[in-house]
T-cell receptor
Framework: DTAVSQTPKYLVTQMGNDKSIKCEQN?????MYWYKQDSKKFLKIMFS???????INETVPNRFSPKSPDKAHLNLHINSLELGDSAVYFC?????????????FGQGTRLTVV | QKEVEQNSGPLSVPEGAIASLNCTYS??????FFWYRQYSGKSPELIMF????GDKEDGRFTAQLNKASQYVSLLIRDSQPSDSATYLC????????????FGAGTRLFVKA
């Protein structure tokens, strides 16, 4: 019973391709996130959704487009992949936007652009 | 200045010693603070959270918060080799929209 699951776990693709990563949570949480962790292990927030509504969009290139069909799913589509997009992408969820809520993370998707 | 700063380490301690991990944050509006542990190749997992000034203890872990100094720390007593991981400090704040901001993490090595 994986609480936050994302697929695929590994993704190797060529520059210029378009790819998607899917995320689902079965915790009943209202809020979901996408984080990018680079080679230096810095975990940086990209997007945050609350009940399917986009609430945070950090300075991410518009090649990245999140979609939340319902509050249990948050997918990430990336157009025209670049070498610099190589990283581990983590999906996470939290109960709500109360300041005390912790984030639960998926297992990560290691994206390698060649 | 980064919003959440940690010494990247590595911090190396012998087995059985106390490991002390430190974190500072820049936004005084930050209200809740978390320590996550991340093993290599794995996802972050929550160890401790703290909201109020002072100490909070959970087993071998103690979180300390000083809001006046904008400082939060994690002490690991009786360190074990299995504690070797990267420890991420995280802060929840609602300035410019609710978000959790992570530090870059401190790598801890516990030598057997």
């Amino acid at each position: 019973d994986t609480a936050v699951s994302q697929t695929p776990k590994y993704l190797v693709t060529q520059m210029g391709n378009d790819k998607s990563i899917k995320c689902e949570q079965n915790l009943g949480h209202d809020t979901m996130y996408w984080y990018k962790q680079d080679s230096k292990k810095f975990l940086k927030i990209m997007f945050s959704y609350n009940n399917k509504e986009l609430i945070i969009n950090e300075t991410v290139p518009n090649r990245f487009s999140p979609k939340s069909p319902d509050k249990a799913h948050l997918n990430l589509h990336i157009n025209s992949l670049e070498l610099g997009d190589s990283a581990v992408y983590f999906c996470a969820s939290s109960r709500n936007r109360d300041l005390g809520t912790e984030a639960f993370f998926g297992q990560g998707t290691r994206l390698t652009v060649v | 200045q980064k919003e959440v700063e940690q010494n990247s380490g590595p911090l190396s301690v012998p087995e059985g010693a106390i490991a002390s991990l430190n974190c500072t944050y820049s936004d005084r509006g930050s209200q809740s603070f978390f320590w996550y542990r991340q093993y290599s190749g794995k996802s972050p997992e929550l160890i401790m959270f703290i909201y109020s000034n002072g100490d909070k203890e959970d087993g071998r872990f103690t979180a300390q918060l000083n809001k006046a100094s904008q400082y939060v720390s994690l002490l690991i007593r009786d360190s074990q080799p299995s504690d070797s991981a990267t420890y991420l400090c995280a802060v929840n704040r609602n300035t410019g929209g609710f978000k959790t901001i992570f530090g870059a993490g401190t790598r801890l090595f516990v030598k057997a």
